[in-house]
């Protein structure tokens, strides 16, 4: 692989497992340096043993106000620069809303939009002063149709992409290129409420994707040349409606 973001710094949230970590590892490959945020310090401690100086440990729990408060002065005073922030961590709430708990929609809702809306607040001083950078969101097809059996879900992925392409039309006139990519039903820990019969029929009909394509779509948003802004990659799998 060309190595099309060597030099460059990114924070990836969510890097643990799924879309995050697939994305850290193919930005690895193209040369970044990455610094992995996560709330699992163990999986965080074995990665970054596998990648050596490639990856960098960002233990942050995104749903205490204090620890996401933190991550952006944290991260700075350890490398000193971002150039790349990719907003990825969520969770999922599916099924009817009657069946759903408060506090399950309090919590996604919390993850889903309020911490991406306070980390990409944070990072934006860094940015602009350093005159550019690239921040992502992951979004979602839900966040394009309203999926009858995702409410919560949909309406946190709506609020995260208007978000998106309003703070882009703010900030691209200080270099930051705001972009969001949108998968559909993806092979990873957000699908673990699904019962394991839809899981292996949905699998076996070719309708959910590899975290990997997800993580390809990243990257090209990341290796545009700057005059290039990818507003969005919807990135589904051929049988979704099979």
Same mark, same amino acid.
């Given at each position: 692989m060309t190595e099309v973001l060597a030099g460059k710094i990114a924070?990836?949230?969510?890097?643990a497992s799924g879309i995050g970590l697939a994305s850290s590892e193919?930005?690895?490959?193209?040369?970044?340096?990455v610094v992995m945020v996560d709330c699992n310090a163990k999986a965080l401690a074995t990665l970054t043993k596998k990648w050596g100086d490639k990856a960098i440990a960002q233990v942050t729990d995104l749903l205490d106000s204090k620890s996401?408060?933190?991550?952006?002065?944290?991260?700075?005073?350890?490398?000193?620069?971002?150039d790349i922030f990719y907003c990825n961590a969520g969770t999922y709430i599916g099924g009817d809303l009657v069946e759903t708990d408060a506090v399950?929609?309090?919590?996604? !809702?919390?993850?889903?939009?309020?911490?991406v809306i306070k980390n990409v607040h944070g990072v934006l001083p860094h940015m602009i002063k350093q005159g550019g950078g690239d921040i992502i969101v992951t979004s979602s097809l839900a966040g394009r149709s309203a999926i009858k059996h995702e409410p919560v879900y949909s309406a946190s992925k709506f609020a995260i992409t208007c978000f998106t392409q309003t703070t882009r039309r703010q900030v691209n006139k200080h270099g930051i290129r705001v972009a969001q990519v949108s998968p559909g039903p993806v092979i990873s820990a957000l699908l673990d409420d699904w019962p394991v019969?839809? !899981?292996?029929?949905a699998k076996q009909a070719g309708a959910l994707i590899d975290p990997s394509e997800v993580a390809e779509a990243v990257l090209f948003i990341l290796s545009r040349p700057r005059n290039v802004t990818i507003h969005d990659i919807v990135v589904l799998p051929t049988n979704i409606d099979a």
């Open positions: 924070v990836v949230t969510g890097a193919i930005m690895m490959q193209a040369g970044a340096t996401c408060a933190a991550m952006i002065p944290e991260i700075l005073k350890k490398i000193g620069r971002i399950s929609i309090d919590r996604m !809702l919390n993850l889903n939009v309020n911490t019969e839809k !899981l292996e029929a």
